[in-house]
């Protein structure tokens, strides 16, 4: 199986083809990834040949593992995916967890914009449970998705319909910390994405004709609603800091901070005046 999917996928061009099949084996049978190779023997059962035959075909058209295991770890939470909602990536994580480093204090109030599957928010309240947190989406849908990944994590989050550039359904701050993940990928690169992004995850969590744009109304709303000393957390293109353009407006500052890999990743901002 591990061999003849390997080539398939590779024949599809399918973005790491070995990988691809030993998560999805994995899963299916209940093993570690080491074990495949420890029983690389072992006969698979009619039921498990008939769930890896469905699974092989799914990624072949290049959906995300994602979807087809239906959910990611985020830290130390299960995050359920499906197409309603952009799969949460490590960078992001890395930087939620910078996030929880810098305020290690408890009381205070988040507010997380474009909440998708909720992962931010939800790691948020898990690991500070005193704090209270608000989650803002545009969908309804993708809010819903949100609300059962908040129950089944057992946390409690307050949750609001609107839209990032509006400020329609925003909650009434202060807001000591306002968190996003933007769509921040310009139209002009969703062709030169992986058919598994742009064909699989919602573009409306992706693509943005004006990046600037995105950041300016972030920052905008962002002003009315942070309690003084408040930050705006937000995760960039790495090809476009709005500290860098003047995508914010005046009366910011802040730092960008960089990945494990040396991208800039997220940016840490405060109003000035």
Not at 8 to 18: L, S, T, W
Not at 43 to 61: H, I, K, Y
Not at 143 to 148: E, G, K, S, T
Request: charged share 25%; hydrophobic share 40%; aromatic share 8%.
């Amino acid at each position: 199986m591990i061999r003849w999917a390997t080539d398939y996928f590779a024949a599809k061009e399918v973005d790491g083809p070995r990988a691809s099949i030993e998560w999805l084996l994995t899963d299916a049978l209940g093993l570690k990834r080491l074990d495949l190779y420890l029983q690389h023997d072992r006969p698979l059962r009619t039921a498990e040949l008939d769930l890896m035959r469905e699974r092989v075909r799914r990624r072949a058209r290049h959906e995300p593992i994602a979807y087809i295991l239906g959910f990611v770890d985020f830290l130390g939470c299960r995050i359920a995916t499906d197409p309603r909602v952009l799969i949460p990536r490590p960078e992001t994580e890395e930087w939620v967890e910078q996030l929880l480093e810098a305020h290690p204090r408890g009381g205070l109030r988040l507010l997380d914009v474009g909440t998708g599957s909720g992962c931010i928010a939800i790691a948020c309240k898990k690991h500070r449970p005193d704090w209270e947190v608000h989650a803002l989406d545009i969908r309804p849908d993708t809010l819903a998705a949100a609300r059962a990944n908040a129950e089944a994590n057992g946390t409690d989050i307050r949750f609001h319909e609107g839209d990032l550039f509006s400020g329609r359904g925003w909650p009434a701050g202060p807001f000591d910390l306002i968190v996003s993940n933007p769509p921040y990928i310009p139209e002009s690169q969703r062709s030169g994405l992986d058919p598994q992004v742009r064909e699989h995850e919602p573009a409306e969590a992706l693509f943005c004709t004006d990046v600037d744009a995105v950041y300016a109304a972030l920052a905008r709303h962002a002003r009315t609603r942070l309690a003084p000393g408040g930050q705006l957390w937000a995760e960039l293109n790495e090809d476009h800091n709005p500290l860098e353009t003047g995508g914010l407006g005046p009366g910011w500052a802040g730092a960008a901070h960089r990945d494990y890999a040396g991208k800039a990743r997220t940016m840490r901002v405060w109003i000035t005046c």
